[in-house]
């Protein structure tokens, strides 16, 4: 991150701190806070109900346009880099209109933060656990622990922070309603039972990562209700690395692949696929977009999953 001398950063924060508590004096309640709320860094007192909201995550993104709050900052991630991503649909037009990035994920800019006068930042423990002291100089922050198959638990921690606990229940049930629905329709269509899967990722490395039920995207196909197959290995992580003599274990009915949009990928993408063991996997392949399978980490993103989902298995989307 870009060195502020210490100075001019105390007087920055001061001042913003200055100005969100005059944007927000007015509408606090007297006495109480309007919430007090605990989490990853401890507890956090948020003075009124948030109304200018800065989402350091893309997991936080989400969660903030899901629960229909104004976001007026996000970093920008990889693939993310000229506006808020698609897969947000008109939530981003609706909460989000004016939202600016404020710097990138791995780097986010205190001087811009402070300048948008937020009244909450949201963010993961694990994403920027060195800045917390810093942003809660600036306005109420609060983190969740990590990010990934936690966004569930993410999106309810931000609705506690919000105010909109029932909203952010309402949309996960809405969510896990629809997810089982297309699995029980992709079931009927196959038999009854629900073909097993794989999901591979493609990153530039010279191996291939093969995500488990514990990542994001895991999370998702598991609330669909897809099986993996007994063959493929077992972990407690988000993914394993599999090397090119070991392609086979990347075998399943149905093979969901995802590219990390970078040149560095295009060679050992080249050799992977080349290999004589990638032909050699049964399973059906499709290409999927790594911005939405693998960097969403929220329930829009989701939802963009259960799309393709549907479409390529031929089935009602059963949007909401």
């Known amino acids: 991150m870009k060195l502020i001398p210490a100075v001019a950063l105390g007087a920055l924060l001061s001042l913003a701190v200055a100005a969100c508590g005059s944007a927000t004096d007015e509408s606090a309640p007297q006495g109480a806070p309007f919430r007090v709320v605990t989490h990853a860094m ?6 009124a109900p948030p109304k200018r909201v800065v989402a350091l995550d893309q997991s936080f993104v989400d969660a903030v346009l899901t629960l229909e709050t104004p976001l007026v900052g996000y970093t920008t991630y990889r693939a993310i880099t000229d506006g808020l991503p698609d897969y947000l649909g ?3 037009g609706t909460y989000a209109g004016d939202a600016i990035p404020v710097g990138a994920l791995e780097d986010p800019s205190l001087e811009q933060v402070a300048a948008l006068q937020p009244d909450l930042i949201v963010s993961a423990k694990v994403r920027h656990e060195a800045l917390y002291e810093q942003l809660s100089r600036i306005a109420p922050t609060v983190f969740s622990e990590t990010t990934g198959a936690t ?24 969510y896990e309603q629809r997810a089982a629905t297309i699995g029980r329709k992709i079931g ?4 009854g039972t629900l073909p097993t899967i794989s999901v591979v990722r493609f990153a530039g490395e010279d191996t291939v990562r093969l995500y488990g039920e514990k990542s994001y995207s895991g999370v998702v196909l598991q609330d669909v209700g897809f099986p993996r197959p007994a063959s493929q290995p077992t972990t ?19 093979i969901f692949v995802a590219t990390y ?36 980490v929220g329930i829009q993103g989701a939802h963009a999953m259960l799309d393709d989902v549907a479409r390529t298995f031929s089935v009602d989307p059963v949007r909401p």
């Open 42 to 47: 401890g507890e956090t007192a948020i003075p």
């Open 90 to 92: 008109p939530l981003a």
């Open 151 to 174: 966004w569930k638990d993410n999106l309810r921690l931000v609705g506690r922070a919000l105010g909109e606990e029932e909203l952010a229940e309402t949309r996960i049930g809405e």
């Open 188 to 191: 009927e269509a196959s038999g």
């Open 236 to 254: 407690d992580e988000i993914a394993v690395d599999v090397s090119q003599e070991r392609i086979l274990d990347l075998d399943a009915d149905h």
């Open 261 to 296: 949009p970078d040149t560095t990928t295009d060679g050992p993408k080249a050799q992977f696929t080349g290999n004589p063991l990638w032909g050699r996997l049964r399973g059906a392949r499709h290409e999927v977009s790594d911005l939405t399978w693998m960097s969403a």
